[in-house]
């Protein structure tokens, strides 16, 4: 007995399954009792998945009922799902071939990354290279994305990451070969477009281009908001369907995303520097709020997952310039409602009445900003009409907040790298648990009567009063006029001019080259006369 315990003690230790001075206890519980049964607990993890490979779909549901032990493996490595990590084309799982996801790239006038789309089902680099390059559901697939899924696969598939992440933010498209040499007049297209490969030379289509984070950070950020962007915006007919339903398939892609960007951060370590140093940048400068410092705020909330702040303390700098940003908007929607309200009145007096409210609404608010009169008695639709004009916003910001502090960054974790320990343990798979917690949200802020108390509660936010959020708003109209994030038009400065007193409006010098009766008429001279004359 005890030369078979020595033997089984050594190949324990060769194989580094159990710790030796549990061998010892247990050569000492086999010399007093030994007829003690083998339990289920006694297998390690690595056992029990290789195991659970070998079931059935129905057995390895029928597993996580068998003992306790039994239901925590099954739910700490995502027994279940992982059987859907292989290709869609070949079949082939992560074991044999390095899998990924398709990518395509849209660009802005001035060559960078406007906005990217994915294509949510599992290929293999090898199907790829043979010339798939359509999804289950026959969309488009420009370019091969590969996944991390678990250390060994995301070791394999580093360089082709690397490299995919350099060819959509390294290079960008260039000029076409046979058209106008102006940037502004181009059409731009994907990087892997034929056109735009015929006009890149020969040595920049062979030499890889070196890793940047930045470009990382860029590609990755810009690929988790606009999967959120087509998750939460929805169509402005009641009738019409989303884009892209908060499925469980859309919300797993986002979690791709997340497993992608701590990966490369524990691989590069400039990754996770720069993602900090942009948060506290964000916080501390004097102008880090401004968006020559920080383009997009959708881009900069995915960094929280590698900072070391948290939400809670950049959360009210956040809203502040959330709300300051959204100025802009609210005004060229109100403006856009008021161009197509007279329109229709062009050809039918007796519009609806609902858009006619909304056109007081906006008219009210715009009214109310521009003279700086925005107060309590101010009427809630007015208010809510600024909440609907930047809905699309409000609900990435809402979806955002809630992975970052529920699986990003989650209370009592200790730090990132136990989050992709997490993520690596579960395959970059969403656990059903967490992805229902998801939809839930998702559902939550796609009802019609989501609003501003929901916004602030969905945000960790005490729901202010309405003189402080009044206040809160004028202040965000300043500072959006201040920064320039808004420029008035020649109307909305009409509308400032025939506020002032008489008195004024002749001292300012304001010229709009419009004729107002009540102060333009010079009787004297039986016409107009302009507002600067003396």
Wanted: aromatic fraction near 8%; proline fraction near 4%; glycine fraction near 6%.
């Amino acid at each position: 007995m005890d030369s078979l315990v020595l033997h089984v003690k050594k190949c324990m230790q060769q194989y580094k399954i159990v710790k030796p001075v549990q061998l010892d206890i247990l050569a000492t519980k086999r010399r007093t009792a030994f007829t003690r049964r083998f339990s289920l607990t006694d297998l390690e993890d690595f056992l029990w998945l290789q195991v659970c490979d070998s079931l059935t779909v129905q057995d390895a549901y029928r597993l996580q009922r068998v003992s306790r032990h039994a239901a925590r493996v099954h739910h700490r490595y995502n027994i279940v799902c992982r059987r859907e990590m292989i290709c869609f084309h070949s079949k082939i799982s992560f074991k044999e071939d390095i899998l990924g996801i398709g990518i395509s790239a849209t660009y802005h006038g001035n060559g960078v990354l406007k906005s990217t789309k994915l294509t949510l089902d599992v290929l293999s680099l090898t199907a790829f290279k043979q010339g798939v390059r359509r999804g289950v559901w026959k969309e488009e697939i420009h370019d091969f994305l590969p996944l991390v899924i678990d250390p060994e696969h995301g070791a394999r598939a580093l360089p082709h990451i690397e490299a995919v992440i350099m060819r959509l933010c390294g290079n960008p498209p260039t000029q076409f070969e046979n058209g106008p040499k102006i940037w502004s007049n181009l059409p731009y297209r994907p990087p892997t477009s034929t056109s735009i490969e015929s006009s890149l030379s020969a040595k920049a289509s062979t030499e890889a281009l070196p890793f940047k984070p930045a470009a990382a950070l860029k590609v990755i950020c810009v690929t988790m908001n606009s999967l959120v962007v087509s998750i939460m915006d929805q169509l402005t007919d009641d009738n019409a369907v989303p884009p892209l339903h908060a499925s469980e398939k859309a919300l797993q892609g986002y979690a791709y995303m997340h497993h992608i960007l701590l990966f490369l951060a524990s691989k590069h370590p400039s990754v996770a520097a720069l993602a900090d140093a942009r948060v506290n940048k964000f916080l501390q400068d004097k102008d880090g709020t401004h968006k020559k410092c920080t383009p997009s705020l959708g881009e900069l909330l995915p960094l929280l997952c590698l900072s070391q702040k948290g939400w809670d303390s950049c959360k009210q700098t956040y809203l502040r310039e959330n709300i300051a940003r959204d100025v802009r908007w609210v005004l060229r929607q109100i403006s856009k409602t008021d161009r197509e309200n007279n329109s229709y009145y062009n050809y039918n007096r007796h519009s609806e009445r609902s858009t006619a409210k909304k056109v007081r609404r906006g008219k009210r608010l715009r009214l109310a900003l521009l003279t700086d009169t925005l107060s309590e008695k101010q009427r809630d639709t007015d208010l809510h009409l600024w909440f609907t004009a930047t809905l699309t916003g409000k609900r990435l910001g809402v979806f955002q907040c809630f992975f970052v502090n529920h699986i990003g960054r989650p209370g009592g974790s200790r730090g990132w790298l136990s989050v992709l320990a997490g993520h690596n343990r579960a395959l970059g798979r969403l656990r059903p648990g967490l992805c229902l917690r998801l939809q839930r949200q998702c559902k939550e802020v796609l009802k019609k009567d989501f609003g501003w108390s929901g916004f602030f509660r969905a945000m960790g936010l005490p729901v202010p009063t309405k003189k402080q959020f009044v206040t809160q708003l004028s202040k965000a109209y300043a500072t959006s006029l201040g920064r320039g994030y808004h420029i008035l038009g020649h109307f909305e400065k009409r509308i400032i001019h025939r506020s002032m007193p008489l008195y004024n409006r002749r001292r300012s010098g304001y010229h709009s080259g419009y004729r107002d009766s009540r102060d333009d008429y010079d009787s004297n001279r039986g016409g107009y006369r302009s507002i600067d004359r003396r």
